[in-house]
């Protein structure tokens, strides 16, 4: 599996972290063969939120040679949705299997056209702005329709990332993962808001 993390000046770190974190000990621990994952961006410098600065080996990249692209929240997905270069550089992973937003990044998966016909969540200070892109909002911490995983805010990242581990393997792979990042939130079995329609 190769993960496309999709940063961009001015995000929420955390959103980003929590789920890296947790589907990282897939390869830690053996869980799953060839997870591989790059740090992409539209330069080769961003900063977050807070004035972390982040170097990027892999500029505006062709997605689609990825399984997964995931991207994180932040005040400037507002704008960013209506940025057509960057939507149009998002939408290059429309045949990338797995698509994954946590907090606002669900903007930039409903400004590229990934939620149309999906249930999806977001921050609950933008369940508004997330509406137009997809067929309902579901106001809950972690949201999956297909292939599509959304969560909530911030540090529902970290639920979002042992969610995933988990439907990748085992609710023994997630527990471990859970044990590991001594997490002891999360309880395996225990989401409901799951659509899976036939594909």
């Known amino acids: 599996m190769k993960i496309a993390y999709i940063l961009f000046d001015k995000m929420t770190t955390l959103d980003f972290v929590g789920f890296y974190d947790a589907v990282s000990w897939l390869k830690i621990l053996k869980a799953k063969e060839g997870v591989t994952w790059d740090l992409c961006a539209n330069k080769e410098e961003i900063t977050d939120d ?13 997605l689609s040679g990825y399984d997964l692209i995931f991207i994180p ?9 209506y940025d057509k270069e ?3 550089w998002i939408q290059s992973a429309s045949d990338v299997q797995y ?8 903007l930039l998966l409903g400004a590229a056209g990934f939620l149309k016909g999906k249930m999806a969540t977001t921050n609950p200070s933008a369940y508004d702005l997330l509406t137009p892109y997809c067929t309902e909002v579901v ?20 639920d979002l990332g042992l969610y995933f581990v988990e439907s990748l393997t085992n609710a023994d792979v997630a527990n471990k993962v859970q044990k590991m990042m001594d ?17």
């Open 50 to 62: 807070r004035g972390m600065t982040i170097k990027i080996k892999h500029v505006c990249p062709d």
């Open 73 to 81: 929240g932040g005040i400037p997905t507002r704008e960013l949705r």
């Open 86 to 88: 960057f939507v149009s």
């Open 99 to 106: 698509k994954v937003s946590v907090c606002t990044g669900a």
């Open 139 to 158: 106001k809950a911490r972690v949201v999956r329709d297909g292939y599509t995983f959304t969560g909530g805010g911030v540090s529902a990242s970290i």
């Open 183 to 199: 997490y002891p939130y999360y309880r395996s079995g225990s989401l409901t808001n799951v659509f899976m329609p036939n594909e």
